[in-house]
């Protein structure tokens, strides 16, 4: 019973063993990776303070919305901007945008690349100089999405190499680039194993390599639960790969698992957009509008926007222009038609949930909240619209300016929680850059790094030798030791309760678990080095290099 035990004991050893040697490198791979993500902040990352959008003063009498619906009676939005030292409309029509003069109302020709790099300075926060500037009209980078062609790209000759993308269309800035986020995009391909643009999270290599990793971990813990039952030093992990796996091997697993489970779950059911429908989109009306320069505001005018919220036409005045539409707002609304502001209370906020909804449940609460913990990344207060359905749909939309964020429901409260473990995110900050995952993804680094280690000592299998394989212990040679395939002498003598000293686990280098045998093979590298010549000759060996 007890030999069957012990045999049974191997198998993890030898399990976790040999899937190291498999997906070792990987996981090496998702530590470098992961670490790199947790330390590096992802606003730094994604360059938000290299850029800031210009806020310049409506200093000038603008041609009325009224004549601009005349032209292009269509139209479902106008925004008034000013873009390489020109105030410009852009007018959203169903053949697509037109750019025109604010002064005029006349279309104006394509950015040229002098108003190009007008809009890259205005916008770079930088003291370096441009280093060149080329159009992408046909193709477009890896690191830009081809709906924004086409753009100019700004390379400037920084440390970071930054690229600003300002579409030639509009002249707005529509993307931006350097090498901290080119270094992330590449680290990203290798996290997910998609060698080709880092976007599909649900390919085979991922869901293996996962798969065989989870498995690894599992078969540690193992070994780690074992080592915890001998009384004996030296099973076969070196102290600081033990200590190491004992503080961080459950949050790996919560890794690895949550991992396998991004790798094969579908993410159009996580995307919570089961009753979603696109809001239909309405020409503004032909009424009479109020005048820009008749707008009743004290503060300035950065930029305007006119459009539709909840059926209604509203001027959107800008007083200071926020990098991205989460980021918190400072604007005004205000009814284009009567002049009064306009406030996006419940009511308003359930009818433009509803508008796209298309499932069978009724509204039961409607709620104002200051932060949304589901909707981690919205910095100003926004409106909660709950649902009676089966998935316990949740609309949310900002209380600022009436925009449409999004839905949420069960499955969405699924990831939701897996993302939670995965990024270590117990206090809710949103994502994975806070100390907590700092330290477990540097410990974790080091845990597969010395794992790694441990696997380059193997020593090289050799034929097996019945003879060599049969121990005879004491000098009256009462007992016999047959040693497993693959086992050195260290881990059988531990298991036999008689273990010789050992202070680095079986690794050979403490020189310390040191045996006579009579018929010794050839020394190994660690012998000849804690071993003189005289006791080499004298058949002194060490018990963890004898297989």
């Not at 800035?173 to 996290?191: E, I, N, Q, T, Y």
Request: hydrophobic share 40%; with cysteine.
């Amino acid at each position: 019973m007890a030999k069957t035990l012990r045999a049974a004991w191997r198998l993890p050893r030898r399990l976790h063993r040999w899937l190291m040697i498999l997906v070792g490198l990987q996981m090496a791979i998702w530590a470098i990776s992961g670490s790199y993500f947790a330390l590096t902040n992802i606003h730094s990352i994604h360059g938000d303070e290299l850029v800031s959008l210009p806020q310049p003063t409506l200093d000038i009498a603008p041609q009325s919305a009224q004549t601009l619906l005349r032209d292009y009676p269509e139209s479902t939005a106008i925004s008034l901007s000013k873009v390489a030292e020109q105030w410009q409309y852009l007018v959203e029509t169903p053949e697509g945008q037109r750019r025109l003069d604010a002064s005029s109302g006349k279309p104006l020709p394509p950015i040229s690349e002098a108003q190009a790099i007008r809009a890259a300075l205005a916008a770079y926060r930088g003291e370096a100089a441009i280093q060149d500037v080329q159009l992408l009209d046909t193709e477009a980078t890896d690191e830009l999405s081809p709906r924004h062609l086409p753009v100019w790209r700004i390379n400037f000759d920084d440390w970071r190499h930054t690229s600003l993308y300002i579409s030639q269309a509009t002249g707005e800035l529509v993307s931006k680039r350097h090498d901290p986020w080119r270094w992330f995009d590449l680290l990203w391909r290798l996290h997910i194993l998609d060698y080709d643009d880092g976007a599909d999270i649900n390919n085979p290599l991922l869901m293996i390599a996962s798969g065989l990793a989870l498995l690894a971990l599992l078969a540690g813990v193992a070994l780690l639960y074992r080592r915890q039952q001998q009384r004996y030093p030296g099973f076969g992990l070196p102290r600081w790969h033990r200590w190491l796996a004992n503080l961080v091997g459950l949050q790996m697993l919560i890794w690895t698992s949550t991992g396998l489970y991004f790798s094969w779950v579908d993410h159009e059911r996580l995307a919570g957009r089961q009753y979603w429908q696109a809001p239909s989109s309405s020409a503004l009306p032909h009424g009479p509008l109020l005048e820009p320069s008749a707008l009743p505001t004290q503060l300035p005018i950065r930029q305007l926007d006119l459009s539709l919220i909840d059926g209604e036409p509203v001027y959107q005045l800008v007083h200071h222009r926020a990098l991205y539409p989460h980021f918190s707002q400072d604007l005004s609304l205000v009814h284009a038609q009567s002049g009064a502001p306009f406030v996006v209370d419940a009511e308003r906020a359930q009818r433009i949930a509803l508008a796209s909804y298309r499932g069978p449940g009724s509204v039961i609460a409607v709620e104002w909240l200051q932060r949304s913990a589901e909707r981690t990344r919205e910095q100003d207060s926004l409106w909660r619209v709950q649902l009676d359905d089966d998935l316990s749909t949740r609309i949310y939309v900002s209380a600022v300016d009436g925009r449409l964020i999004g839905h949420n429901n069960r499955h969405t409260l699924e990831k939701h929680w897996m993302l939670k473990l995965h990024f270590m995110d117990y206090l809710g900050t949103g994502g994975f850059n806070h100390p907590l995952i700092w330290a477990f993804s540097l410990l974790s680094l080091l845990l597969v790094g010395s794992g790694i280690m441990m696997l380059t000592k193997l020593r090289p299998h050799r034929a097996r030798d019945p003879e060599r394989h049969r121990i005879v212990l004491g000098p009256n040679g009462t007992r016999t030791l047959v040693l497993a395939e693959g086992q050195n002498l260290l881990e059988a003598l531990n298991e036999q309760g008689q273990p010789p000293p050992s202070d680095c686990d079986g690794t050979g280098q403490c020189g310390r678990c040191r045996v006579r045998l009579e018929n010794p093979g050839v020394a190994s590298k660690a012998e000849v080095h804690h071993l003189s010549e005289k006791q080499l000759a004298k058949g002194w060996r060490l018990a963890c290099q004898q297989q």
